[in-house]
């Protein structure tokens, strides 16, 4: 059963009690899912499959999602494909605990969404571009080249590498 406060947070208790080996996946499907206070998925899913080990509870899982970005260059809106995986150990003691520091709590529910943030944000391209082809705006008078051509030609020197242009005439 999903809290849908709390769609994240799973109850593993039972998974650290069966032997090693033992696995078992939760699945997840969200028409539209807010993730923090500024990551919005739309037609989010994915499962995360926990297998018992003998330090701990092993994580793994596989997401896809899209996200609404705005284009570097012609800043418009678009969505933008998001498909990210994660695996994490959640120890049982603190000697076995890995390089995340994640320990599995004493009521054993383990809320994975700062997880699930974390390596959706990884996927989001620093100069997001709506498609390769995008011509941006016209940096003289902002119209957007995609839509109509204003006319507007950079002059010969307008380009920081203009300086270099005379080194290949030579």
Same mark, same amino acid.
């Given at each position: 059963?999903?809290?849908?406060?709390?769609?994240? !947070?799973?109850?593993?208790?039972? =998974?650290?009690?069966?032997?090693?080996?033992?696995?078992?996946?939760?699945?997840?499907?969200?028409?539209?899912?807010?993730?923090?206070? @500024?990551? %919005? $998925?739309?037609?989010?899913?994915?499962?995360?499959?926990?297998? !018992?080990?003998?330090?701990?509870? $092993?994580?793994?899982?596989?997401?896809?999602?899209?996200?609404?970005? %705005?284009?570097?260059?012609?800043?418009?809106?678009?969505?933008?494909?998001?498909?990210?995986?994660?695996?994490?150990?959640?120890?049982?003691?603190?000697?076995?605990?890995? @390089?995340? %520091?994640?320990? $599995?709590?004493?009521?054993?529910?383990?809320?994975?969404?700062?997880?699930? !943030?974390?390596?959706?944000?990884?996927?989001?391209?620093?100069?997001?571009?709506? !498609? =390769?082809?995008?011509?941006?705006?016209?940096? =003289?008078?902002?119209?957007?080249?995609?839509?109509? @051509?204003?006319?507007?030609?950079?002059?010969?020197?307008?380009?920081?590498?203009?300086?270099?242009?005379?080194?290949?005439?030579?």
């Amino acid at each position: 059963m999903i809290n849908f406060r709390r769609p994240f !947070r799973l109850n593993v208790g039972f =998974i650290a009690h069966e032997d090693v080996g033992y696995t078992h996946d939760f699945t997840f499907e969200f028409p539209t899912i807010r993730i923090g206070d @500024d990551l %919005e $998925l739309a037609g989010f899913n994915g499962i995360v499959n926990v297998g !018992r080990t003998p330090q701990g509870l $092993l994580f793994t899982g596989n997401f896809r999602s899209g996200t609404v970005l %705005e284009c570097v260059r012609c800043l418009r809106p678009f969505e933008q494909e998001l498909r990210w995986t994660l695996s994490e150990l959640y120890a049982f003691t603190s000697k076995s605990v890995s @390089d995340s %520091e994640l320990i $599995l709590p004493e009521d054993a529910q383990v809320d994975i969404e700062p997880l699930i !943030r974390e390596h959706a944000l990884l996927e989001i391209p620093i100069n997001p571009i709506c !498609r =390769i082809d995008c011509l941006g705006l016209c940096p =003289i008078c902002g119209e957007d080249l995609n839509v109509r @051509d204003c006319g507007h030609r950079p002059g010969r020197g307008a380009s920081p590498f203009a300086a270099l242009r005379d080194f290949l005439s030579e």
